[in-house]
């Protein structure tokens, strides 16, 4: 038996739990994508960029951008699926699907659920009330709160859209293999999850505000 190989695993496995979310469960698939983003050498980034690296890129910017990017490629192709159709953005589907995996939701909790910010979330369900998409009805156990709720129409609409839109997350895949779609997936994950509990509970109004949230 490789003791060697049996000690340099168990280091990695404590380095890994050191480095989990508390409530994350240790699963097997989660250490095995931890470890080949610890252990492989760096990509050669050159090989697949459309573009030379500015002198001043770092590779945070770079991150950073290329999510702005993706973000709008998404909004490019979802205009298309949702041509003809009621829906006018992306965000009115993704309110409508939210709501028909977690109704009944307050207008807080839904806008929370698609990280957006009060208004631009208050004008999506506005937008899509007056369309008769979703209703809004008193709370069954608090009558001093009201709920939004799927209409039969936004059901209807919503189905109807399914398809398209998983065509579209389809296309935004690209050419990544099964693998690299599994370890983008991880690192997304981990970045949401890193992200998600800043963003609710510490609403920074400045960039100090935020810089320091950050660093605890």
Do not use: C
């Amino acid at each position: 038996m490789n003791y060697a190989f049996l000690q340099q695993l168990l280091a990695a496995v404590e380095k890994y739990e050191a480095q989990s979310l508390p409530d994350q469960p240790n699963q097997l698939a989660d250490f095995s994508h931890w470890l080949q983003a610890h252990t492989s050498a760096p990509p050669d980034t050159t090989t697949v960029s459309r573009e030379q690296v500015h002198v001043r890129e770092f590779d945070e910017s770079r991150i950073s951008k290329l999510i702005t990017f993706l973000s709008r490629y998404a909004r490019s192709y979802s205009r298309l699926a949702l041509r003809d159709s009621p829906l006018t953005t992306l965000e009115d589907f993704t309110y409508l699907a939210t709501l028909n995996a977690y109704q009944p939701l307050s207008k807080t909790d839904l806008i929370g659920r698609n990280i957006h910010e009060k208004s631009g979330g208050m004008e999506v369900i506005r937008r899509l009330h007056k369309q008769g998409l979703v209703t809004e009805q008193m709370h069954s156990h608090d009558r001093r709160s009201r709920v939004l709720m799927l209409s039969d129409s936004g059901r209807e609409v919503l189905f109807q859209l399914f398809e398209r839109m998983e065509q579209v997350a389809r296309v935004l895949a690209g050419n990544l293999n099964t693998p690299e779609r599994q370890q983008l997936l991880y690192l997304l994950l981990k970045l949401d999850a890193y992200h998600y509990p800043r963003f609710h509970q510490q609403r920074a109004k400045t960039l100090d505000e935020l810089l320091d949230a950050y660093e605890q």
